[in-house]
């Protein structure tokens, strides 16, 4: 495959770095002064040597000329990865970044500190049209999208301030002096640091930074949101001794067994209760939750909006997690209506049954999706919420799920390129966007999320 015209946006984790192809010696701390061209999907921008290999460039903006400096690649690969190390002509949208861990060669946890928060999401918008536009064929109005990504509540804020909205952090120990940090990009070196400025309140007021975790490889920070329930989870080096962990809030203590991977209480609860859409959702051993403390009532709007349930509708909920979609589900359609969740993780379907008790009509089951669906034997529904994971469902779902005839499907997706793929699989089994709405709910990264409602084409459109 050559390389991508300047101004493709293929990202580089969408292809290989080079296979196939001769290669000859690193390239690794060569430096080109380069323009910056459009953005790339994962937190890049691309640009291109004088001899026309693809650079993908962290720390830099669209139209900015630097200095880039090649962190991974040798001669002849496909493409090369880059910081950008000096700036010759800084973009508009260029400021200085707040948190004095991010930069070339440091902490990996944001890809955007440098740039205005409103050029963040034009730039996380234009991923979106580009993915939209190759994988599936879709422009913008033709997804029923304006093209903007809206901040989460309270998160927008005037350049250099940043929002604090990461309710789960997992840190990293430096084996070498016992302290808490975050990892550098693509690396597994450790990034000491006093304070994570995108941390939620109630994950710095732990102060893990500050504490000694020798012989830990990492320690997950949870702070719950409608409810004052904090949680770490220590996952030890093979054969080291948990410690005695005394933080500043009071907290509950998990640890992950070295051998199985399974969580294991330690003191206080085994899970955490996270309130949205009303309603207090048991989250147990570090089990899956938005991180940001907007996010889960953000997407059950954007969800319930896009479908509009009816009483004794009958839903599915895939890869329903702890139950949020379900529950919302089954609060409107009513006593007369049914939900089906399934869920592949064995803690989140006993939190989800635990969740939904209150509702008679809502069943979970636990398995795959694809090998779950297909034994219930259901040939039709009214509704679908689906929420895979960040490689999405697949042709092979999908294909089931539009035999369905479904009123309504709302894909919930925190993938661009997986959500643009399994579009285009939708359109091939008669279904089509009918909206589409992009948010911002993990500012200063690359991460974005989106909720898309389709239907199914009508005959003659």
Not at 342 to 347: L, P, V
Request: proline fraction near 6%; charged fraction near 25%; glycine fraction near 12%.
């Amino acid at each position: 495959m050559q390389a991508e015209p300047k101004n493709s946006q293929v990202g580089p984790e969408q292809g290989g770095s080079g296979a196939g192809r001769e290669q000859g010696g690193s390239l690794v701390g060569q430096e080109y002064e380069v323009e910056i061209g459009p953005v790339a999907h994962g937190g890049h921008c691309i640009a291109r040597t004088a001899e026309g290999q693809v650079l993908f460039v962290r720390h830099a903006l669209p139209g900015e000329r630097v200095v880039a400096r090649v962190t991974e690649g040798e001669e002849g690969a496909r493409f090369l990865r880059a910081d950008a190390v000096r700036i010759i002509d800084a973009s508009k949208d260029r400021v200085e970044a707040p948190c004095p861990y991010a930069g070339p060669g440091r902490c990996g946890g944001c890809d955007w500190q440098h740039a205005k928060p409103g050029a963040q999401r034009r730039l996380k918008g234009e991923v979106i049209a580009e993915q939209l536009k190759r994988l599936a064929g879709l422009t913008p109005e033709e997804a029923g999208w304006d093209g903007t990504v809206m901040p989460a509540e309270g998160d927008k804020l005037p350049a250099g301030e940043v929002p604090q909205w990461r309710t789960r952090v997992q840190y990293a120990v430096d084996p070498a002096t016992g302290k808490a940090g975050l990892r550098r990009h693509r690396s597994h070196e450790v990034e000491p640091i006093d304070h994570c400025m995108i941390a939620a309140p109630g994950v710095s007021e732990l102060g893990v930074e500050q504490r000694d975790w020798t012989g830990m490889e990492s320690v997950e920070a949870i702070a719950a949101t409608g409810s004052q329930d904090r949680q770490v989870i220590l996952t030890p080096r093979p054969g080291a001794r948990l410690p005695l962990v005394e933080l500043d809030k009071p907290v509950s203590v998990l640890r992950v067994d070295e051998k199985t991977g399974g969580v294991h209480r330690v003191h206080g609860r085994p899970f955490v209760r996270e309130r949205a859409d009303g309603r207090t959702h048991r989250v147990g051993g570090g089990g899956f939750w938005q991180v940001h403390p907007k996010a889960a009532d953000t997407l059950v709007t954007a969800v319930m909006q896009g479908l509009l349930p009816r009483k004794g509708d009958m839903a599915l909920d895939l890869y329903c997690g702890v139950g949020l979609f379900a529950g919302a589900l089954a609060d409107r359609i009513g006593d007369k209506g049914a939900v089906l969740g399934i869920e592949s993780g064995k803690r989140a379907v006993e939190d989800a049954r635990h969740n939904l008790a209150d509702f008679p009509r809502v069943r979970i089951e636990q398995g795959k999706v694809e090998s779950v669906l297909p034994r219930t034997g259901i040939t039709e529904v009214d509704l679908i919420v689906l929420d895979p994971p960040r490689a999405g469902a697949g042709r092979t779902t999908v294909t089931h799920l539009t035999s369905l005839a479904a009123r309504r499907i709302a894909y919930v997706a925190c993938d661009p390129a997986a959500l643009a793929r399994d579009l285009a699989y939708f359109r091939e089994g008669g279904y089509r966007v009918r909206t589409l709405r992009a948010f911002d709910l993990f500012p200063m990264t690359h991460h974005v999320e989106c909720v898309a409602i389709l239907e199914p084409v009508t005959k003659g459109a």
